[in-house]
């Protein structure tokens, strides 16, 4: 059993002691949806619990409290006390080994229903052949007997063949046979069967039913009714009813039970295949530099600072900044991205990624739970813990469905014995149990978590990160996807693109073309560099690529909405818009029009003026991402309206929205004008989607129904955000809602059938079909189908893994 997962967070809350806890524990014992809606009930009635939530399928609960009211081991207990395992979460542990112990866990409990199944359908074949001389006798005499569809194939197909085949067994005294059938069944019980006993048992003591209720009497009536024909066979002759015994059919359902859960927990396994290759990535050992001294050191002995050894082929440690070397580097499995990502001294490499041709060495940082891959894997396993809004349907009819099913089962007993006398008390008692072991609340329990869990690893392959159940199922309703300009349609970072001067000046005569756009640029660069604005940056940059010395510049002053002001070289500086030189009366007309041409290719126009005089502008110029046409290409494939905001002019702003193809431009925007834009596309009935980068993205992110940030983006654009994209570009944006819109089908499918497994299975059990068209059930063919049903919508879920996206 893992004991995995820690205390999460402590934060404040408006709780009595005004602080509030959130504990994730691990859970053993959990089979279905009725199980997990119990246990998250008992949490949730528990004093101080503010929410509880339990997830079936990475067997653990998540629990919100009041620290002043209960406590983990108050909690702990009383999990405990419902009849499931539980243990004190252990903080302090990465959380790639609680995922890699969750791994072998799972492994090892598939290994053992498959054992358990397999040993169980074969002592039920034998069962099942052995009984034959005892059926063909009870034929013989006339007797009452179940009207069993399987035993009638039987007799009508296998007797026969038995008596060719094995003349012998037909030989052999009637009581021998029933005595080592009961041994059998007895074995199969105690050993395979133990577990669903136990747990109904559980389940009685706390006035509840799941599943293994359904299982335990079902197979246990079979059990108890043989047993007894066993012990007292005269008993039942001297009533006319043939001391048939059901050892076999007993046998039969607890192995097909057992291979549908052995196939389930396989499909379960595979929906972490997502987590469970992440966490693979991270190398066990580093090659550490100390002292000029290479030492070979488990991950855990990495302090920060420490020069990591990288060499071609090997998987880097933990994140870092490269300080010696050239290489490429694969970051596709955290990415998505296909092509390698060159790196060089000063760039980031991540921990997981495989370099490739040439050595590195970096400086480790961020270690331990604060790396890419710790907090990828948590972020992972947080959104496949959550639920999605649809999931609420399958809950309440899980927390009533067992109840219902014991119902109906007395009902089915009492009808049969009501309006269909002639057929005896076993074909009412067939009948019943029929019921019990066809209907199956599981199916319902996992219709969406599993479809959640494929989606988000799936997404977390392509390198988008969908925090959760409720994100895929708002992505879906999404019609309007607003997209923020800068770093996320352009590259983010501008660049000088032209210079143009104006006509020559006396005191220009001697200089060259080439040296009055040195001198230009020089000077407006000088004056720049005061300045923390991206454009004075983009001019900066150009004049040390130029190779030119900047001089100091004196009376610097920014003039917001302008530009700035200031002396260098002892002469006056205005570098800016049209408005700066109208403000300081520079006739500025000479370059009007080329200044207009500049703003309808989406440049920015930087005038410069010197001494009161027009010299020139300096054209800036953001540029467009290689992939940010073809990705909102697919945006209006999927049928969305896109939406650009800018802070940028509009002309310049219609000018880049023209060639990436933006249906609507909101121009002249300021932080808090992303706000109000977003409310206002959601007062007019649209659900938008917005995708920022940037920290003054954030307050939008947050007001829009779904936000998706970059992960080049500030950390708190992340955590606004409900999907984080691990690339860059919008690529990752259309993926987010192809993945999206095929899980919420999955998941209609797989609800829907489940119910309608269960609406058409349960009459049929209970031979609601048998008076007008002859049908009837056999106990063994619907634990069969039972067993079917879950495996069923498991595999559905995982054809998510190979969902055509783009």
Request: proline share 3%.
């Amino acid at each position: 059993m893992s004991s995995n997962l820690k205390i999460e967070e402590t934060i404040a809350n408006d709780t009595p002691s005004g602080v509030q806890e959130r504990v994730t524990i691990p859970v053993t014992g959990m089979t279905c949806a009725a199980c997990q809606s119990f246990l998250e009930r008992t949490l949730a009635d528990q004093a101080g619990v503010q929410a509880a939530t339990v997830n079936l399928m990475l067997h653990n609960a998540t629990v919100t409290f009041d620290p002043q009211s209960t406590s983990t081991a108050a909690l702990v207990e009383t999990i405990r006390h419902t009849g499931y395992g539980a243990e004190m979460p252990t903080e302090h542990r990465s959380v790639l080994l609680e995922q890699e112990e969750h791994d072998n866990d799972q492994l090892r409990e598939t290994k053992q229903l498959g054992l358990k199944a397999t040993v169980s359908l074969i002592a039920g074949l034998f069962a099942m052949l052995l009984s034959m001389p005892l059926m063909s006798a009870s034929e013989a005499g006339g007797m009452e007997r179940v009207n069993d569809p399987l035993m009638r194939w039987n007799m009508r197909v296998l007797d026969p063949a038995l008596r060719r085949v094995l003349p012998w067994m037909y030989e052999l005294n009637a009581d021998v046979i029933r005595w080592i059938l009961l041994a059998t069944a007895a074995f199969v019980a105690v050993w395979a069967g133990r577990r669903f006993y136990t747990k109904a048992w559980s389940a009685l003591l706390h006035k509840t039913a799941d599943m293994n209720t359904l299982v335990a009497l079902g197979t246990g009536a079979a059990f108890l009714y043989s047993t007894a024909s066993t012990v007292a066979p005269g008993y039942f002759l001297s009533h006319g009813i043939a001391p048939d015994v059901y050892f076999e059919a007993g046998i039969l359902i607890i192995g097909l039970v057992l291979i549908g859960n052995t196939l389930e927990s396989r499909a379960k396994g595979q929906t972490v295949d997502a987590l469970r290759r992440l966490v693979q990535l991270q190398p066990k050992t580093a090659s550490i530099l100390r002292d000029d001294v290479e030492y070979q050191l488990p991950l855990e002995s990495i302090q920060d600072g420490d020069v990591v050894l990288v060499r071609p082929g090997e998987r880097i440690a933990t994140d870092g900044e490269v300080i010696y070397g050239k290489s490429t580097v694969d970051e596709s499995m955290l990415t998505g991205e296909s092509l390698p990502v060159e790196k060089i001294a000063r760039d980031r490499v991540i921990g997981g990624t495989l370099n490739q041709r040439g050595s590195l060495q970096y400086r480790a940082r961020s270690l331990g739970a604060g790396s890419t891959l710790a907090q990828i894997v948590n972020l992972l396993r947080d959104a496949q813990g959550s639920r999605a809004p649809i999931q609420r349907v399958a809950d309440r009819v899980s927390a009533i469905f067992v109840p219902t099913v014991l119902g109906l089962a007395i009902v089915t007993f009492g009808a049969w014995r009501v309006f269909a006398p002639n057929f005896g008390v076993m074909q009412a008692f067939a009948a019943a149990v029929t019921v019990l072991v066809i209907a199956c609340p599981c199916a319902m329990g996992l219709a969406v978590p599993t479809a959640v869990m494929v989606a988000t690893g799936r997404g977390a392959a392509l390198g988008v990160l969908i925090k959760g159940g409720e994100a895929l199922q708002r992505l879906e309703k999404i019609d309007t996807v607003v997209l923020d300009k800068t770093g996320t349609i352009t590259v983010g970072r501008p660049q000088v693109t032209d210079i143009l001067l104006t006509t020559s000046g006396d005191e220009d005569t001697a200089l060259t073309m080439s040296e009055r756009e040195d001198h230009l640029i020089r000077v407006a660069a000088a004056l720049e560099r005061a300045s923390e604005h991206p454009l004075a940056t983009a001019v900066v940059d150009y004049a040390h690529e130029r190779g030119l010395n900047l001089p100091e510049a004196n009376e610097f002053e920014s003039l917001t909405g302008l530009g700035v002001v200031g002396i260098v070289e002892g002469q006056a500086t205005l570098i800016g818009n049209r408005s700066l030189m109208e403000k300081y009366d520079v006739a500025a007309n000479s370059l009007q029009g080329a200044a207009e041409r500049i703003a309808e290719d989406g440049k920015t126009a930087l005038w410069v003026a010197i001494d009161g005089r027009l010299r020139g502008i300096v054209a800036v110029a953001d540029m467009i991402k290689p992939g940010s046409v073809e990705a909102i290409r697919k945006m209006h494939a999927e049928g969305l309206r896109v939406v650009m905001l800018s802070g940028d002019s509009e002309r310049t702003a219609n000018a880049i929205a023209s060639r990436v193809g933006i249906d609507e431009v909101i121009a002249g925007m300021l932080p808090a004008g992303k706000v109000d834009a977003i409310k206002r596309l959601q007062i007019a009935k649209r659900v938008v989607a917005m995708v920022g980068d940037g920290v003054n993205d954030a307050p939008a992110l947050a007001q829009a129904d779904v936000g998706l940030t970059m992960a080049s983006g500030a950390d708190i654009a992340m955590e606004a955000g409900d999907v984080t994209l691990m690339r860059s570009d919008l690529a990752g944006v259309s993926t987010a809602f192809a993945l999206s819109r095929g899980t919420m089908r999955v998941m209609r499918q797989n609800l829907f059938w489940a119910f309608v497994y269960n609406v058409v299975g349960i009459p049929l059990a209970a031979g609601a079909l048998y008076p007008s068209f002859g049908l009837l059930l056999s106990p063994i063919i619907a634990s069969a189908a039972m067993a079917l049903s879950s495996f069923s919508v498991v595999t559905n879920s995982l054809r998510l893994r190979r969902l055509k996206i783009g």
